[in-house]
């Protein structure tokens, strides 16, 4: 990684840290200056714009997620224990300080259009189906029904974790995590193969 | 109504729709002021401080929301017909322009502390708590098993709901809808009991 390099991935770390306090739209390079304390000019050097730094953030908070949830589920095995995986790792980045990123910039960007929108709609669109391949990894490895709709599963799956968000981070009730993994259970009892392995 | 309730009233209408868009924190007296066309100061002995319109907002999107989805739903016969009527008009709800309030508002709020958040809070748990009330009138009128976890129920719903949200008004996914109603139906068919209205 060459020295500009470097210095433009410690002020993204930085930024996606203000985004999540601040929000995307309350991020701003003068905001940034301050944070770093580097110059304005010398950000605008790297950014261009707002618009240019907002989209940086997203895709830095996309490069983050894929770490901190994607890789270490990528190491468990196909079928089941992945799909696990993956939400076991999902409900730790929820849990970590200022919440996911990703429903605070949502509701902030939803109504908007622009290149920050679309970057934010990709990686969730890119995180969802995720989901839904792990998904028919496991009905290939005879641990759910044939029958299992993946994108449907991936859309309830996404439900469950935004419900146990919500109920954590908003709501505060402190039995939320125990009702997320109950959702979860039962919604994978319900496509769960009845013998397991057998089609693989 | 006196005269002074009407006024406040009107100018509440404004405020929340000026809310749907700009968001709660986003709303001020001084912003009112221009969508009213109302002087700052004859706002401000209306609600003494952007604080108190904020929970008074809150307070009035509740009110609108109890009126469009609750209200109606009542009219339904208790039990399954009662629960899929709340579902039905709360979805109705969240496709109104700008979408559902609650969801903008409780990802704006979430790290704060406050009167405003804690308006939202109960209007949350109060809404959460209908769709519970109702759940279990349906295991007594007999329509779902009386094993049935009713908060657990309300939990789901709520998941359903917000997925469908955010694939509908995030993601435009142009099968949202149908997704939301397909996994409302799943959760249903999974409690429903074998003979419904024995147990009444």
Redesign the interface.
Known sequence: MSKGEETRQAILGRAFELAN?VGVTGLSIGRLAEATGLSKSGLFAHFGSKEALEVAVVEEAAHQFVQAVLVPALREPRGEPRVRALFEHWLAWGQRP??CFF??A??????RTGPARDAL?RA??DW?DEIAKAVRIAVREGHFRTDTDA??LA??I???????H??H????DPVALD?TR??FE?LLA?VRASHPGRSR
């Open positions: 306090v200022g919440g429903v605070g949502s509701a902030e960007l939803d109504d709609v969730c669109k969802i994108d449907q859309f309830e996404y439900g469950i974790m935004t419900s146990g919500s109920f981070r908003f709501l505060r009702r109950k959702a039962r319900s």
